[in-house]
């Protein structure tokens, strides 16, 4: 798509123009740190981003902060993008590393 102004991957479509994500057509509502790291992990599907890259590039932070602070917010975006946000198809964990938008 024209130099990623529309992200889609399945049935999770992400517009970056107007910061607008829906998920099987349905709208869904997104906190702006939310859609930042939905942004982000979609941008790298199926690559794996350490907590530490992410807490530097999404959360932009310079150290110090506790990953315990990005799984809150991967558990909100699943209950809002996965069907079954306790077995997650695309949010998923790699242990020890970090997350991964999968296809």
Partial sequence: SNNFSVLSI???VLNVIDEKVTVRNQEVELTPMEY????????????????????????????GESPSIIQSVVRRLRL???DEPSDPKHVVSIWGVGYKFQT
């Avoid at 942004?39 to 999404?58: A, E, G, I, S």
């Fill in 10 to 12: 399945d049935d999770i």
């Fill in 80 to 82: 809002k993008i996965e």
């Fill in 36 to 63: 930042k790291l939905l942004h982000y992990l979609m941008m790298r599907p199926n690559q794996p981003v350490n907590n530490d890259t992410l807490l530097r590039d999404v959360w932009e932070y310079e150290g």
